[in-house]
């Protein structure tokens, strides 16, 4: 491949001219075993800051800005544009056989059915198998097959019954559509498989060697040998049962999920999983419970973050030697720390500020929308004999009453900033929604008041489709107490922290039921 | 009778020396007592700090040896026999009173009349 000998060309030319440290970085480079997280390319970009030839070795960015110790940067760096994403790399190739993802949550891809199909193909030979098991033999030598009576029957019953039950368990267990491509495959399901396959080849095996060589006449035993390969693939079904299912459901963790932008915290109590299982299920979570993400709710902080970085300016004045990063930042902290700072104030009066105007656009908001509601009314059903022009539909019942709320509603979304969430048409949809189901004003209006669940939102304004999960320990291994790993997506991330559940110790004490014996406080008096 | 916690208890007090009567089988004093430290002190009609907990005299029966040697109703009785009784049950002063091997009791009585008659006959000129 081109790169491969870009790669070799490069680090070849490279380590006569560079430093001996250089030399041992890249070799060390070259030998880190290539960890298959789904992020590590983007951990490698993150971590990388200097020197430049470790960027084009892993062949990820566009060729790098000259390294100023370098004098013959032009002759020695090749550029190496041809890995990106979309093009393949000898890491890809070797990817392939593993159900790998780099796209959104709704891309198509023919990696999405390869498990698909590897099942299917695995319960046609379940299929198969016993019924082949039991029709060979009448097609290879019926002459020499002893007639079984009742007990074959018998037998035939049941293998019917359990092959019918092993293809509906099958079906109800397998077959149901794959809500996500997790990065690696999950070990289960690759152990069931690789089990089940092996328990088929040995029976085959069995078959071939005993029965089909020495052309056994005995059809009973045939028969059995047959009902014993479906009780154990329903016996495999169990333990794919236990292990796929039973096994997470008693809770042994409590994770934490926080979002990195605006700091919402939710927490979930898990069973025992792999980390990349126990991703899909706080990713299936955050849509239903986080509120949407709003970038625009986030310019204030930033702002008032760029105003504390521009403030200080720092000037050297004692020349190109002397200058050191940590000493800028702390000549800069305690500047800070002297200025006199009145952002708290302005900050204040900003909130206090922002919360009337809202509360003034919501009043004005509701007065109008409990307005408009009182034009409609539902047509009584005596009424059905009016003319025709003024009975309406929901949807033309809602146009009509909506342009007298329309300002106000909008004013209110801009003060709010939500505005982008909602467009016009979507607001017609679920007044007429509302009107149908005789809601109320304020039925309809709060789903503009609160912000809802990320799901409620369309498709375009949930910001996060794609997501990536970083993590230092494997994603195949289990949970453990303070596992931390990150779902990053392109605005925000969502950091997990796993805390395991602590084990209850209880004891027992035993109170007799007579035991409960009262004396009243009082002042006896006895005579002596 | 106040009281300063830590501090000891200081009272003026009078000496009585009761005769015990055979009745049948038992010594009687002719008297009644209530109070002790598991009681409760707020049902107390004698006192005068409603936590105290002593053993107070709470009946005299009619020309009884309690009468004759000059015990009162509402009296305080301190000691038994030079057994405290200050801070005792009342099952345990019950017990102090009624030693079967002994035929007399004398008690350190106290009670709020002592007091007044003595600080009257310290302030009257002499």
Redesign the interface.
């Known amino acids: 491949m081109d790169t491969e000998s870009t790669h070799s060309g490069y680090s070849h030319h490279s380590s006569r001219s560079r430093g001996s440290n250089r030399h041992s970085d890249r070799s060390r480079d070259r030998h880190k075993p290539r960890s298959r997280d789904g992020s590590s390319r983007s951990d490698r970009n993150v971590t990388i800051t200097s020197p430049a030839p470790e960027n084009t070795l892993l062949g990820e960015q566009n060729p790098t800005p000259a390294d100023p110790q370098d004098d013959n940067w032009g002759e020695t760096t090749t550029a190496v544009t041809g890995t990106s994403d979309h093009s393949l790399s000898q890491e890809d190739l070797v990817d392939f056989s593993k159900e790998e993802t780099e796209g959104s949550v709704g891309k198509l891809g023919c990696q999405r059915f390869i498990p698909l199909a590897l099942t299917l193909i695995l319960g046609l030979l379940v299929l198969v198998t016993p019924l082949a098991f039991l029709v060979l033999p009448q097609l290879l030598w019926p002459e020499q097959l002893q007639a079984c009576g009742t007990a074959c029957e018998g037998l035939f019953l049941s293998l019917a019954f359990k092959l019918l039950i092993l293809l509906l368990a099958g079906w109800a267990l397998f077959l149901r559509p794959t809500r996500a491509a997790l990065p690696r495959l999950v070990v289960f399901r690759a152990l069931l498989g690789l089990l089940t396959l092996l328990l088929l080849l040995s029976y085959w095996l069995f078959y071939g060697v005993r029965i089909l060589d020495s052309q056994d006449e005995n059809y009973q035993g045939i028969v059995q040998f047959a009902v014993s390969l479906v009780d154990s693939l329903l016996f495999i079904h169990y333990l794919a049962v236990v292990l796929l299912e039973l096994r997470q459901l008693q809770a042994s963790f409590s994770l934490c999920v926080t979002r990195s932008t605006d700091g919402e915290i939710r927490h979930y109590n898990l069973g025992q999983l792999s980390i990349q299982r126990a991703a899909l299920v706080i990713l299936e979570h955050y849509y239903k419970d986080f509120p949407v993400h709003n970038p625009a709710l986030l310019t204030a902080a930033k702002t008032r973050a760029a105003k504390h970085l521009a403030g200080l300016k720092v000037y050297n004045v004692d020349g190109p030697g002397s200058e050191t990063v940590a000493g800028q930042s702390r000549a800069k902290m305690a500047a800070a720390a002297r200025h006199r700072d009145t952002t708290h104030n302005e900050l204040y009066y900003e909130e206090a500020d922002y919360d009337r105007r809202v509360r003034k656009r919501k009043a004005r908001l509701v007065v109008a929308v409990e307005e408009a509601f009182t034009h409609v009314r539902r047509l009584q059903e005596e009424e059905k004999k009016k003319p025709p022009g003024e009975v309406m539909d929901p949807r033309e019942a809602a146009q009509a009453i909506f342009p007298s709320m329309a300002r106000a509603l909008q004013k209110y979304l801009r003060t709010t900033r939500q505005q982008h969430f909602h467009s016009m048409d979507s607001i017609q949809s679920h007044l007429t929604f509302c009107i149908t189901n005789n809601m109320t004003p304020k039925a309809f209006l709060e789903k503009y008041l609160t912000a809802g669940p990320t799901l409620q939102y369309s498709r375009d304004s949930w910001q996060a489709r794609q997501w990536t999960l970083v993590s230092e320990a494997s994603v195949t291994s289990g949970l453990r107490d303070g596992t931390i790993f990150v779902l990053k997506s392109a605005d925000f991330s969502l950091v997990v922290t796993a805390k395991a559940i602590p084990h209850i110790k209880l004891s027992e004490e035993f109170i007799h039921p007579k035991s409960h014996k009262f004396v009243l406080?009082?002042?006896?008096?006895?005579?002596? | 009778m106040s009281y300063i916690p830590g501090q000891p208890v200081t009272a003026v007090v009078q000496r009585i020396e009761i005769q015990k009567i055979r009745d049948g089988d038992n010594l009687?004093?002719g008297?009644?007592?209530?109070?002790g430290i598991d009681?409760?002190p707020s049902?107390?009609p004698f006192s005068e700090d409603k936590t105290d907990k002593g053993i107070y005299v709470?009946?005299v029966?009619e020309g009884g040896p309690a009468e004759v040697a000059g015990l009162r109703i509402g009296d305080k009785i301190m000691q038994v026999n030079g057994w405290d009784m200050t801070m005792v049950t009342?099952d345990q002063?019950?017990k102090r009173?009624?030693k079967k091997n002994e035929d007399v009791v004398r008690l350190l009585v106290t009670r709020k009349s002592l007091e007044e008659a003595v600080r009257n006959s310290m302030m009257q000129p002499r």
């Open positions: 406080r009082l002042q006896s008096e006895t005579s002596v | 009687i004093l008297f009644s007592i209530g109070g009681q409760d049902q107390n709470t009946r029966s009342h002063a019950r009173l009624t």
